[in-house]
């Protein structure tokens, strides 16, 4: 089985996000391990994304099949996430 890696990145922040994200701030995911400075909150959230994406899968309602958004679960300052398909 392929495994891609994964580009993620901060695209959209409202209020205070307590570890200081802001928008271009960016992590990867490469050979399936886990992106280095990426708080557990925002993760929890964004492995669903991460997994389907890693293994070559898409999301039909999304317009990029390479890509998917996900939000970190701090509802009082969500920081959005995209996640997208590197090329191999």
């Known amino acids: 089985m392929n495994i891609y890696d994964l580009q993620i990145k901060v695209v959209d922040q409202k209020g205070i996000c307590p570890l ?3 928008v271009g701030d ?3 995911v490469k050979d399936g391990m886990t992106p280095s400075g ?10 669903p994304g991460i997994s389907v994406l890693m293994v070559g899968g898409s999301f039909p ?3 990029d099949p390479e890509a ?3 939000s970190c679960q701090d509802y ?11 090329p191999k």
């Open 38 to 47: 990426l708080c557990i909150t925002a993760l929890s959230a964004l492995i």
């Open 26 to 28: 960016t992590f990867y």
């Open 68 to 70: 998917t958004c996900r």
């Open 76 to 86: 009082k300052n969500p920081v959005i996430f995209e996640i997208r398909r590197k």
């Open 20 to 22: 200081g994200y802001k």
């Open 61 to 63: 309602w999304e317009d």
